[in-house]
């Protein structure tokens, strides 16, 4: 039986390395919060060193998420419903990481808040995968809206010589629609009926 609980413990904690995902149980009674090995290997502390606490929690917290983090767990306690909550956590080296925490919380017969339960999952490679995606998106509508400013056709091309942007006055000297007309081969919207016959921009 040790045996079978041993193994279970040591999957949980393999499992939990694998997800990037850590528990941990703070008991309202005795204020004792109680870390899973994954939790300290996300926020980066030494287990040996460091005492987990509800206040060295949010210590560890970045200084500008400690409020709205504290406000979500004291919300969720008294409208007695779980939470759900991304934030972030600076490390020694400089970077940020990011991290969803989840907790539901256990209630006596009085209503009274006894233990809360929670994870942690480092999401960092999500956030800076969105982060990333929005700053892409940002730069493509200001360099959109730059070329649209220009009278001659402007166009991207990538090294296949495929549309990656094109202004307006370029789509409409091809006669194409923006939709369906990134990602073509230039030259088959300059020369829609083929090579041999003339560009459709030097007839524009």
């Not at 987990?52 to 008294?78: G, K, N, Q």
């Not at 956590?89 to 009085?110: A, I, Q, W």
């Amino acid at each position: 039986m040790r045996r079978d609980l041993a193994r279970a413990r040591g999957h949980l904690a393999q499992s939990q390395r694998l997800a990037h995902i850590g528990s941990w149980e703070l008991d309202l009674q005795t204020q004792e919060l109680w870390w899973s090995a994954e939790v300290y290997r996300i926020f980066e502390l030494d287990p040996t060193r460091f005492t987990p606490t509800y206040e060295a929690f949010l210590h560890a917290i970045h200084p500008d998420d400690r409020a709205m983090v504290s406000d979500a767990y004291t919300r969720s306690l008294a409208a007695r419903e779980p939470y759900d909550i991304v934030h972030r956590l600076p490390m020694s080296d400089g970077s940020v990481k990011f991290v969803n925490e989840r907790c539901e919380t256990t209630y006596n017969d009085h209503g009274q808040p006894i233990r809360s339960l929670g994870t942690v999952q480092d999401v960092s490679s999500q956030m800076h995968a969105e982060e990333l995606r929005r700053d892409l998106d940002l730069a493509h509508a200001q360099w959109t809206q730059a070329m649209d400013q220009f009278d001659e056709g402007i166009c991207l091309l990538d090294a296949d010589r495929r549309v990656l942007r094109a202004n307006q006055m370029f789509y409409k000297m091809v006669g194409a629609d923006p939709a369906t007309g990134s990602g073509r081969v230039i030259t088959d919207l300059v020369h829609p009926n083929g090579e041999d016959e003339p560009c459709v921009i030097c007839r524009a």
